[in-house]
């Protein structure tokens, strides 16, 4: 079973950047597949960014341009730059499987705030 730890998150200013980080533990992780996530309060999670099984990239439209998502499967992390971050990219951001049928259990995300 794979597990999964975000962070990297923070308390930055608008047009300012973050990394975030997902190490994973346990066997069978690859970074193909994988996502990143976020959540807003109020708001259902919504997929920002993913490594398609075949090593493409997806964005949300929120996000292209702006975020790049990589990872490293000898690392067993995701990373994801985030670059000219807006106030609407505040929420709590999680990486996932986003091709699998079920997802792994779910970190403790990690909190992006940006301020304006």
């Known amino acids: 079973q794979v597990q999964l730890a975000e962070s990297g998150g923070g308390l930055v200013q608008a047009g300012r950047s973050l990394r975030l980080s997902c190490a994973a533990s346990?066997?069978?992780?690859?970074?193909?597949?994988m996502g990143w996530y976020r959540q807003a309060p109020g708001k259902q999670r919504e997929l920002v960014a993913g490594?398609?099984?075949?090593?493409?990239?997806d964005y949300a439209e929120s996000a292209k341009g702006r975020f790049t998502i990589s990872g490293d499967n000898t690392k067993k992390a995701v990373y994801l730059q985030m670059d000219s971050l807006k106030p609407e990219d505040t929420a709590r951001y999680y990486c996932?499987?986003?091709?699998?049928?079920?997802?792994?259990?779910w970190g403790q995300g990690t909190q992006v705030t940006v301020s304006s």
């Open positions: 490594i398609t099984r075949i090593g493409n990239t």
């Open positions: 996932n499987t986003y091709t699998r049928p079920t997802y792994y259990d």
């Open positions: 346990g066997s069978g992780f690859s970074i193909a597949g």
